[in-house]
């Protein structure tokens, strides 16, 4: 049972360039989120999935686009990178049954130049 | 709306004494409390949660929480620590209607050191 990979670990990206971060879960999670950490402010909601073919928008939507075409994967695109977007990335999953407790990914490290 | 706030941003204890962190949260709806660990270099790992019931919510690695309605507080204990109790420490909070599926609302941590 992996729970909720995450890759790459580390990227650096160019400004401007795109990426896609991936996330994927083993466990039939139906919710699955996306959070940024940066230092001194916690984690703050990027997107969020209740289920396949279903997405909405955090507290920082802004420059990231998301879709879930499968319950497994929830992408994290970054259309246009910017340095305000060097950050740490973690995806998290829960099932609807459990009542909250998120299970979260181990993080992508990103740097942007 | 909801709002988490994180009283302290560090807290240096000597091992073995008891801990307290401190977490006060705000919303317009009654909420699910949840408090999570982050140990250097990992993701976060839930320690416990509060979503109804008894007040006094007990975790992993021998952490409690209260829950107090009034104070709107939801402050994490230990009654002795160890030196590996030292990581970043997350309260967060989630709205009751959807049962969290929205995702969760984190305050910005409060970083435990551990002094031998």
């Known amino acids: 049972n992996a729970g909720v990979t995450q890759t790459p670990k580390f990227q650096v990206l160019k400004t401007g360039q795109s990426m896609t971060l991936q996330c994927a879960q083993d466990?039939?999670?139906?919710?699955m989120s996306w959070y940024r950490q940066d230092p001194g402010m916690g984690l703050r909601l990027i997107h969020y999935?209740?289920?396949?073919?279903?997405?909405d928008q955090g507290e920082v939507p802004n420059g990231y686009n998301v879709s879930r075409s499968t319950t497994e994967d929830f992408p994290l695109r970054l259309l246009s990178a910017a340095p305000s977007q060097t950050s740490v990335y973690f995806c998290?999953?829960?099932?609807?049954?459990?009542?909250?407790?998120?299970?979260f990914g181990s993080g992508t490290r990103l740097t942007v130049v | 709306a909801q709002s988490v706030t994180q009283l302290d941003s560090q807290v240096p204890v000597f091992e073995e004494a008891p801990v307290e962190l401190r977490c006060n949260y705000s919303s317009s709806v009654s909420v699910y409390l949840f408090w999570y660990v982050q140990y250097p270099n990992q993701g976060l790992q839930l320690l416990l949660k509060?979503?109804?019931?008894?007040?006094l919510v007990k975790g992993i690695n021998g952490f409690e929480a209260e829950f107090n309605k009034s104070q709107t507080s939801f402050h994490l204990r230990k009654p002795s620590v160890h030196i590996s109790d030292t990581a970043e420490y997350f309260c967060a909070v989630s709205g009751l209607v959807g049962g969290g599926a929205d995702g969760l609302t984190f305050g910005k941590g409060t970083h435990l050191i551990i002094q031998p």
């Open positions: 999935s209740v289920g396949a073919g279903i997405t």
């Open positions: 509060y979503l109804s019931g008894s007040t």
């Open positions: 998290a999953s829960s099932y609807s049954g459990q009542v909250g407790g998120y299970t």
């Open positions: 466990m039939n999670h139906e919710y």
